[in-house]
């Protein structure tokens, strides 16, 4: 056991350097070959941000070979109100050089997905078909999710990104990531979490029941596949981190290999899914120097308390104040698409009127 001087705490120190070391533009070309074929765009305009940054869901213009027009913003819901800005002409973007190199990641990997330097979309995925989830095949769909979801807000503010670090940089810049589209099953995705270059858990990362993950023998098959994973080809090599950092796994069909989804820091804004960093602080203090197999954690029931079979991921994100107006109390897929048609006519409209 560690004496008390060294006794580490539940999270290590993060300053701005070891976080920007997970920003995807940092850990993917010394990890590409073990991850999904990725496009980096960067940096990004300041256009592009005040884009993102601006209210309502609208496409730029251009974005489907056709001008469009902001739809479902503020001023949308205020009920007849007319504020100081009304008379304002609202500002409309365009990013025809950022809307040709999406389309060609299109065409070089048949479809995308997008990300920001830390965050994905995941929470918007409901606005593209169920089928097809986060499925891009052009700058409009790109826009679309990025614009919808709440979670790659927190990648627009520096001072959201640096939020706990002990030191801010000079500079940061924002990037958009294009990650090659295929059909994932979710149910072999895992998180794992390292510390002082130690792997002490690995936990099922959707919360939802597989009767599969109750074999013994599954187990301890993924157990072993995510050690020599991890030994073989990740170990030693995040020296920026310290030794502490998240990572997220894809299991192969036959549960033997697998391949980097992504890195997060070791940080309270992570995650732990099935453990608590307290749960992975105590692993840490009773291994002392020796290498015992980390500790899987799964969905053992539907009974278990994480498991959500019945409540959709980030049910939270799907129900916007325009869904109110907008699907008369229909379903989720009926606002998803009300909103996809209000943004083609939009488009058309304003096409109409140039």
């Given at each position: 056991m560690p004496?008390?001087?060294?006794?580490?705490?539940?999270?290590?120190?993060?300053?701005?350097?070891?976080?920007?070391?997970?920003?995807?533009?940092?850990?993917?070309p010394r990890f590409s070959s073990l991850s999904i074929k990725s496009t980096i765009i960067r940096p990004l305009s300041q256009d592009f941000l005040e884009y993102l940054d601006a209210d309502g869901v609208f496409m730029p213009e251009g974005a489907e070979d056709g001008p469009a027009g902001s739809t479902l913003s503020d001023e949308e819901d205020s009920g007849g109100y007319e504020s100081d800005e009304e008379d304002e002409e609202e500002r409309k973007f365009a990013f025809p050089e950022l809307d040709e190199k999406i389309r060609d990641a299109v065409s070089k990997y048949g479809a995308v997905f997008p990300k920001l330097n830390f965050s994905s979309?995941?929470?918007?995925t409901w606005m593209l078909p169920a089928s097809s989830p986060l499925k891009c095949m052009s700058p409009a769909d790109v826009y679309l999710l990025l614009k919808s979801s709440d979670f790659?807000?927190?990648?627009?503010?520096?001072?959201?990104?640096?939020?706990?670090?002990?030191?801010?940089?000079p500079s940061y810049d924002l990037e958009l990531v294009l990650?090659?589209?295929?059909?994932?099953?979710r149910s072999r995705e895992l998180r794992c979490f390292v510390r002082q270059e130690k792997l002490l858990?690995?936990?099922?990362?959707?919360?939802?029941?597989?009767?599969?993950?109750?074999?013994?023998?599954?187990?301890?098959?993924?157990?072993?596949?995510?050690?020599?994973?991890?030994?073989?080809?990740?170990?030693g090599k995040w020296l920026e981190a310290g030794g502490d950092y998240v990572f997220d796994f894809l299991l192969t069909r036959d549960l033997s290999r697998g391949h980097i989804i992504d890195f997060n820091p070791y940080a309270p804004r992570t995650d732990p899914l099935?453990?608590?960093?307290?749960?992975?602080?105590?692993?840490?203090?009773?291994?002392?120097?020796?290498?015992?197999q980390p500790e899987l954690r799964v969905v053992d029931s539907p009974s278990h308390p994480a498991a959500t079979r019945n409540a959709p991921a980030h049910q939270h994100n799907m129900v916007p104040l325009e869904a109110f107006t907008m699907?008369?109390?229909?379903?989720?897929?009926?606002?998803?698409?009300?909103?996809?048609?209000?943004?083609?006519?939009?488009?058309?409209?304003?096409?109409?009127?140039?």
């Open positions: 004496s008390a001087v060294n006794t580490p705490g539940v999270f290590p120190p993060l300053t701005h350097e070891s976080l920007l070391s997970f920003q995807f533009s940092s850990w993917y979309p995941r929470d918007a790659v807000q927190h990648d627009l503010s520096p001072d959201h990104v640096f939020d706990g670090c002990e030191s801010r940089p990650r090659k589209w295929y059909p994932v099953d858990g690995i936990s099922q990362r959707d919360p939802n029941y597989y009767d599969f993950w109750n074999e013994s023998g599954t187990q301890s098959k993924v157990l072993d596949a995510v050690k020599t994973f991890w030994e073989d080809n990740i170990k099935l453990f608590t960093f307290d749960d992975l602080l105590t692993l840490l203090l009773v291994r002392g120097d020796d290498s015992p699907s008369s109390g229909g379903s989720i897929q009926d606002f998803a698409g009300a909103l996809q048609e209000e943004i083609r006519k939009s488009m058309q409209h304003n096409s109409d009127e140039d």
